[in-house]
């Protein structure tokens, strides 16, 4: 299938690599030239105009959009509303906001453009070698591409999952139950690490990953990590991140749905951001002034 | 009435002063001479050997432990075990936990000693001018010093809580409740300093402090705090704990009860002695494992 | 001072007599006929017209809107709006989302309207006695109505916060901060009622109201509450919610601020809306499929 | 090689099955004549009376003890204290507290028997066709027994943990973890079935094992038990708890090791206990005290 791709970031590239593997046509776009020149020596055409790519694309035109959710996608679709026609159709890989996504598909119905929202999970190395794609749109056209998700994704990886909005909802929801799986899996080793026995890190890692009921991909690469650096000496517990989570809490509040675990995980993200807190700041000057237990100074 | 007073640490000796006021005939001991000095000093008579303490009471004899929970608190008990005689009766005004003064009270009552375990709140402040107490014990023997906890407390500011135990478990509770509504407080100025808006904190809890359905003695010494230090740039946000919101919690699981918010104002304190946490570094680098996601590097 | 009030419900009604009380010059407005009549038998003017109450105020105009957050504030203000003029003066009493308060002033200044937002805690009694009011807009012209919070308001108990948004703010935090006392007070009863003592919760109530560290209003009217059903038999746990609580959460989690106390206080309002859950049913099912564990059958 | 085993429930009866088919020669007591005869019919030689199974033994005689944690091994090992002699060794493969396992090994080591705490994951699935282990105990002695779980366990599906009680504690906090997992993945079919979209479970379930960040044995679980009941509407969302997630807090607490996910994980399902809560009560009758706010009557 001849497609475009735009966008040749971490996902993005190595997208381009996982179709041209199963021999679609790629023609990929991106502004930055140097990402251009290392796509086409993979020999995979790319340029760093998007006219170009459109124009060599065969109609119905279908365009794969691969770049950061927010401005960088809005100002892609944009474009492409201009460049698209009637039937063509645009599929938005990246994270965006599934509110985004139904307004934006909507937007494209105008014009006659099929939109499909695909949450994409596996990190690069789904991206390269087999993702699991998430996928909202018209049921009807989603057949057309539906090729392209059965040679990308691992087998049984790919989902039809409803009206646009429903393919970045389900992916949303998913960093949500990531947020949460991954701080409890630390905060097992935490207790592990303050605890009186002393474990190497890696091997309990390793057999939680063996027959155990918690055995999954995060245990997998927990054990990886610990792997190159047995005590975690050498970075620092800064957790960061990148909006599905919270948008998973904001949707939880909206639907009055209790999500005591990924709130939870979230909000320790945010410690972890801070040296220090005004809120332990104000429990400290509280407990000084009823009972005057001394303080720490700065 | 004339009683013994077992430690004149901060809470101990504002209870002397507190007794002495109400022209109670306070004994007063510890092993620190210049406590005794300066106890003297005030009027009360004091002594550094608890036997000279005891042989000046007059029968039945009423003591009251002020000491910290805890191996102070056990050493005094035995000792006064040893001292004194059925028909005795020993108070632990003290934070002890309530499994103790259960055992300690069934303990003493081998001896035909009654023992009362009492919860004390209110501070220092409260030592002194008026305090509020919970009591546990003998119902009938109650009576006997009731006239000391009209004395020594606000209006309706004490009450007889029940069977041995009863005391100190609603002190307890009470602490729970006290780190939770210490930690919503906090939580609130941790978002107003967050927040686009410049707030003068010392104002915000005096109008929070006059008329609101949050007006509270917490909320006073806010205002107290801030005025102090408008920022409370002087001081860490170090929350330390005393074992009463723990055991509240540890109760909470024991009675399968869910006291989620009480639980997390103590994780919170948990998390504030930490510079860093292991829990961060794990998520950390899985982050970094499955996306590439760069770390902080110490 | 004579000014306009809109909106005769529990607040509105219990804040025209209030200033009434005080000597001001109140103009009411309702919809509804029955309140207007009631309003007038109290001695206050009222019409069931909005612009009828606007003629009969001298310039510039005061108008004070106390009707519920959302459309009705939104419908009255875009009404006020096209009655007032230059120099006019606004105040929403209600629970209105900062932001609005914020888009709203800078509508109204378009046409040189002052607004004020005002947030107002101290339920109907205060209103009707002496509220507590938190003050958002321009700081010049505040002088003019301050007169009208001086007299309504408790001693203490009205504060100029800041620009526009800032007094609802204020409100908004103020709400999460009752969310997490009043789920933290609730807590410690359910400790209390899954343990092994009997205690009076009215009496353990009051004594926690006098002289400990939890003194408050709201354990003042927990007292009030078990006074009149000692075991609150006759009601459900089902824990609504208006929205302020939500808005606080939603206002931390854009701020990075961790505040798990008052999210979960929110979460566990959601829960008790709940007979049962899907969580419940998904983490039921889980067990059963690795343990054997048997479900509960419907 | 030889060696006895105590208890034939759901996982010593799939044990017995593991050790037999790798060529173990088991001798089985149970209590219970019926699972005796059953044993013996699948060709594994089993007795109800503990001394023969102890007789049958040569010296240094091995025996494998599974059955509940608490009283039914406390009894276990106390017996096998008074049959068993220097040199042999019993192995507790059940869900024990490390405390207890500590305290026992210390006991056991009085008589020169070694013990070995082995905590057993993956479920009945896993007792049969490859479990999951973790073992404390001597380091020197594991040698003897390194065999046994060479064979039962699946590839690096067993872990030397370290001295006595580290392989009870590292189950412990395996516990928690899962715990932690299985409320985040449950809270996130919470919000898809209270979402606007229409999602088929059993498919999400299956798109999200494979090639997503989330993929793990318990969202295949997931898959399996939306197969059978597409919206679990058979069951009721009451979710049980055996006492490991309860210790993993317990000991985070002792630790002052912040682990809010798994203490609400906890928590979330000691709620699911209940129709309806006194926390709900309180909380309910306090927004009617201030607000006016009607409460739900019974």
């Given at each position: 299938m001849k497609l475009g791709l735009v966008g040749l970031g971490k996902m993005g590239y190595n997208l381009a690599l996982n179709l041209r593997d199963h021999n679609h046509n790629v023609v990929a776009f991106d502004l930055n030239k140097e990402a251009v020149t290392k796509m086409n020596g993979e020999g995979v055409e790319a340029f760093d105009s998007l006219e170009q790519v459109i124009e060599k694309l065969p109609s119905p035109k279908i365009v794969w959009v691969m770049v950061p959710a927010g401005d960088a996608t809005e100002q892609t679709l944009v474009q492409l509303k201009g460049l698209l026609n009637e039937g063509d159709i645009v599929i938005d890989g990246g994270n965006s906001n599934y509110k985004e996504s139904v307004r934006r598909g909507n937007d494209l119905k105008e014009k006659g453009i099929f939109f499909f929202d695909v949450g994409t999970s596996g990190g690069m190395e789904g991206a390269r070698n087999g993702a699991c794609t998430m996928i909202g749109g018209d049921k009807e056209v989603f057949s057309t591409i539906e090729p392209l998700f059965q040679d990308i994704c691992v087998e049984n990886g790919y989902l039809y999952a409803g009206e646009c909005g429903s393919g970045h909802y389900l992916k949303m929801v998913h960093n949500g139950i990531e947020y949460g799986m991954m701080q409890a899996i630390a905060e097992g080793f935490e207790v592990l690490e303050k605890s009186q026995f002393d474990y190497d890190y890696e091997k309990v890692a390793r057999v939680w990953n063996n027959g155990s009921v918690i055995r999954s991909w995060l245990m997998e690469l927990t054990e990886n990590a610990f792997s190159k650096d047995p005590k975690l000496d050498e970075i620092r517990g800064v957790m960061q991140s990148s909006g599905e989570g919270k948008w998973t809490v904001e949707e939880a509040l909206d639907l009055q749905a209790p999500t005591p675990v990924i709130a939870l995980s979230l909000m320790m993200r945010y410690r972890s951001?801070?040296?220090?807190t005004f809120t332990g700041k104000v429990v400290a000057a509280l407990r000084n002034e009823f009972g005057g237990h001394s303080t720490v100074k700065k």
């Open positions: 951001l801070e040296e220090d």
